[in-house]
């Protein structure tokens, strides 16, 4: 899944505001996971976005499961979501097998990595068949900490502190980038396509709250 990356100021850093306790909780939640990321990785950015990105590969494929499964169940029209969540899914893992091939994750990263989809994975499953709206509000403010991310590992490219390589093959042939591109190139359409996550999370937060979708 490919999404324009003509995204504004604005529009990069929108925030939804929690309307009630669970949000709240879910607000907390991700920005108690930014913090441990924060002491961990430090300004290493494509090693953390290694690990973002196979958290975050999870949720779309959970999400795209417990909806099919719920959508026989009632015999209804899942309205778009399945697909729309199992496209968000494959393009986290699209970033994953471009980020490892930028940041060459160390055995113990790898290890960390395997851990933190194993535990989130069971951790999501669950939140998601109980509370599916604050499972995907979890999300959002999840794409919304990655965009902030990739926000600043733009910032480090153009500063100098991060060597702008050139693109992975890989990233030329998914976004279909011209052969001159580099990771400022990958960075900037990997930020777009989180933006797009973030807001299509949120919107199912919002319709499922309205009970538009259930």
């Known amino acids: 899944m490919k999404h324009s990356h003509d995204f504004t100021a604005d529009t990069l850093n929108i925030h939804h505001a929690p309307t009630g306790i669970n949000d709240r909780i879910a ?11 924060d002491r961990f990785f430090a300004k290493r950015y494509g090693h953390r976005a290694v690990v973002l990105e196979t958290v975050a590969a999870v949720p ?29 899914a494959d393009n986290e893992r699209m970033h994953l097998m ?14 960390l990595i395997m851990v933190a989809q194993a535990v989130f994975y069971n951790l999501y499953f669950f939140l998601y068949l109980l509370a599916p709206k604050t499972a995907h509000r979890v999300v959002g403010y999840l794409e919304e900490e990655a965009v902030i991310s990739y926000t600043h590992y733009l910032e ?13 093959q890989i990233a ?10 580099r990771l400022r190139d990958v960075v ?25 979708h259930s």
């Open 27 to 37: 607000l907390g939640v991700v920005k108690t996971m930014r913090v441990f990321a």
């Open 60 to 88: 779309g494929m959970v999400g795209g499961l417990l909806q099919h499964l719920r959508a026989i169940r009632h015999i209804r029209d899942d309205q778009g979501w399945i697909k729309e969540l199992i496209e968000e």
């Open 98 to 111: 471009t980020f490892i091939q930028i940041a060459q994750p160390s055995r113990l990263e790898r290890t």
């Open 156 to 168: 480090e490219i153009d500063s100098g502190r991060v060597e702008n390589v050139p693109a992975p």
């Open 172 to 181: 030329l042939k998914y976004w279909n980038l011209p052969s001159t591109a």
């Open 188 to 212: 900037i359409v990997v930020r777009a396509d989180e933006a797009h996550h973030r807001d299509t999370n949120h919107h199912f937060a919002n319709q499922i709250a309205k009970g538009a």
